[in-house]
């Protein structure tokens, strides 16, 4: 199992990992290591494929997974939501406690607080980024924005996600500086298209909420097709999973 390591100065009982595509045993279009079971993979290699990540990260429970709908809601994990819960951001306090989100494009953000008391991740898809999960994430800490640190995962990057005009707007009505992360894109169609950037989307929504500590960004699920699911790029595909959590003694 390959996994990336978010560069953060995050304190030493936190932990947090995101997947890459290898090391598991799901068969094409899904190879290999794909953590999602909603995408059509076969179950059992879906579940041989979560069992391996218990395994090689020593968890002592499954994480929670979430059913995510492109939304900006937050589960406390610390109310035992059990099942699936509808959510695109889970947040806790206790340790050994696993926050998870699942992408193939989509932004994950980690977060921590400075003392390591909690942590949690989110799943900002442009809609769920639109609509506020980030800032419904950074609510839900105890502690003030300032004293948060959050890591943006692998997404897709600003030369390769090509959006409509709706989705400019529905940034720029927010804030009229997320212009500055959409560039014009060259379309043979009289519709207008553009590039965007969701890790400066990101950096912006975030910053306005008072998180000045923000680290991560700059890889490109599109582009690395041999490390990252790619739904944009390939349709029917796998998923990545981002994971961060308290480590405690057992």
Same mark, same amino acid.
């Given at each position: 199992?390959?996994?990336?390591?978010? &560069?953060? $100065?995050? $304190?030493? *009982?936190?932990?947090?990992?995101?997947?890459?595509?290898?090391?598991?045993?799901?068969?094409?279009? %899904?190879?290999?290591?794909?953590?999602?079971?909603?995408?059509?993979?076969?179950?059992?290699?879906?579940?041989?494929?979560?069992? *391996?990540?218990?395994?090689?990260?020593?968890?002592?429970? =499954? $994480?929670?997974?979430?059913?995510?709908?492109?939304?900006?809601?937050?589960?406390?994990?610390? +109310?035992?939501?059990?099942? @699936?819960? =509808?959510?695109?951001?889970?947040?806790?306090?206790?340790?050994?406690?696993?926050?998870?989100? @699942?992408?193939?494009?989509? #932004?994950?953000?980690?977060?921590?607080? *400075?003392?390591?008391?909690?942590?949690?991740?989110?799943?900002?898809?442009?809609?769920?980024?639109?609509?506020?999960? #980030?800032?419904?994430?950074?609510?839900?800490?105890?502690?003030?924005? =300032?004293?948060?640190?959050?890591?943006?995962?692998?997404?897709? /990057?600003?030369?390769? %996600?090509?959006?409509?005009?709706?989705?400019? *707007?529905?940034?720029?009505?927010? &804030? $009229?500086?997320?212009?500055?992360?959409?560039?014009?894109?060259?379309?043979?169609? +009289? =519709? !207008? !298209?553009?590039?965007?950037?969701?890790?400066?989307?990101?950096?912006?929504? @975030?910053?306005?909420? /008072?998180? !000045?500590?923000?680290?991560?960004?700059?890889?490109?699920?599109?582009?690395?097709?041999?490390?990252?699911?790619? %739904?944009?790029?390939?349709?029917?595909?796998?998923?990545?999973?981002?994971?961060?959590?308290?480590? /405690? /003694? +057992?």
């Amino acid at each position: 199992m390959n996994v990336i390591t978010p &560069d953060w $100065p995050a $304190p030493k *009982q936190v932990r947090a990992i995101t997947t890459t595509r290898h090391g598991g045993v799901s068969l094409p279009p %899904f190879n290999s290591f794909n953590l999602g079971g909603h995408v059509g993979d076969a179950p059992a290699d879906v579940a041989a494929n979560r069992q *391996q990540l218990r395994e090689d990260l020593s968890l002592s429970a =499954e $994480p929670y997974w979430l059913s995510q709908i492109h939304g900006t809601t937050v589960a406390n994990l610390d +109310n035992d939501p059990g099942g @699936l819960p =509808e959510a695109d951001a889970s947040t806790t306090r206790s340790t050994n406690t696993v926050c998870a989100v @699942l992408t193939a494009d989509c #932004l994950p953000v980690l977060f921590c607080d *400075q003392a390591g008391t909690q942590v949690a991740a989110a799943h900002a898809g442009w809609r769920g980024l639109a609509a506020g999960v #980030l800032e419904a994430t950074v609510a839900s800490f105890a502690t003030p924005p =300032e004293q948060i640190m959050a890591w943006m995962g692998p997404a897709i /990057g600003p030369q390769a %996600f090509e959006v409509g005009d709706e989705v400019r *707007q529905a940034f720029c009505e927010v &804030d $009229p500086a997320a212009a500055e992360a959409f560039v014009a894109a060259p379309s043979e169609a +009289n =519709e !207008k !298209k553009w590039l965007a950037d969701v890790y400066r989307l990101a950096r912006q929504r @975030l910053a306005a909420v /008072g998180v !000045k500590n923000i680290y991560g960004g700059g890889r490109c699920t599109f582009t690395e097709a041999d490390d990252f699911y790619s %739904f944009r790029r390939d349709g029917k595909t796998g998923r990545m999973a981002s994971l961060v959590w308290i480590a /405690g /003694g +057992n």
